[in-house]
């Protein structure tokens, strides 16, 4: 199968801090990989699309200063919430595709439980 | 946005089959139909996805109808451990995910 890991995933922090999360695809390497956040009884909304070795692109409304993206590899992106406050706390949930025949497919990770306070 | 349309919620006996219907009336040509289903607090897990042909794997069917414009999800035996989310979602191959409400499944003892 296709795994995809975050690490951490849970973590509570002091507002103003800095937290990174790690999202791996485990078993395949991905050119590409996204970033949700999904608050309680809410969907999964897109922040944004990160692709190796190039800039990420952020979705409307989502401020490209306050989460970093980094895609350093095929396999390892990072979302870093600079400056974190209370408003931040939020299931953060990464994806990464995989092709599958002539299409492809998003994998998930487990989701980060990130709490401000 | 998300261009799809599902009932908010639906029960199924356990043991019975589960139907979950998708409308996406205004689906491109080259859109593909995917569907994922999330369990309280997890990240979404990918069910299955297809084109225009019916589509079966180990953990469900997928029938698209033949103008595309709709499709349903068959669990064709629930369990309880299938209480969950699901997503169906259209897109074009490479192109972004944009998650709609979704159908929340309870599965009845």
């Known amino acids: 199968g296709a795994v995809v890991s975050q690490h951490p995933s849970w973590v509570i922090c002091k507002s103003g801090t800095s937290v990174k999360i790690e999202c791996r695809s485990l078993?395949?390497?991905?050119?590409?990989m996204f970033w949700y956040r999904q608050f309680p009884k809410q969907s999964l909304m897109l922040m944004a699309t990160?692709?190796?070795?190039?800039?990420?692109?952020?979705e409307q409304g989502v401020e490209k200063d306050k989460f970093l993206i980094n895609h350093a590899s095929l396999t390892l992106s990072t979302l870093t919430v600079t400056s974190a406050h209370p408003e931040d706390s939020s299931f953060y949930i990464c994806?990464?595709?995989?092709?599958?025949?002539?299409?492809?497919?998003?994998?998930f990770g487990p989701g980060t439980r990130l709490t401000v306070l | 946005d998300a261009k799809t349309t599902q009932p908010p919620s639906m029960d199924c006996a356990e043991g019975r089959a589960a139907n979950l219907p998708c409308n996406h009336s205004?689906?491109?040509?080259?859109?593909?139909v995917y569907w994922y289903r999330q369990i309280h607090s997890q990240g979404p897990q990918y069910i299955i996805h297809?084109?225009?042909n019916n589509e079966t794997n180990e953990m469900a069917s997928l029938i698209i109808t033949e103008d595309r414009k709709s499709s349903t999800l068959i669990l064709p035996h629930a369990t309880l451990r299938d209480t969950a989310v699901y997503y169906c979602?259209?897109?074009?191959?490479?192109?972004?995910?944009?998650f709609g409400t979704g159908t929340s499944l309870t599965v009845i003892p």
């Open positions: 205004t689906i491109s040509g080259n859109e593909y």
């Open positions: 990160s692709n190796e070795g190039s800039k990420a692109t952020y």
């Open positions: 297809g084109l225009k």
């Open positions: 994806s990464a595709s995989r092709p599958a025949g002539g299409s492809d497919t998003q994998y």
């Open positions: 979602i259209v897109r074009v191959t490479g192109n972004q995910f944009y």
């Open positions: 078993d395949f390497q991905a050119t590409t």
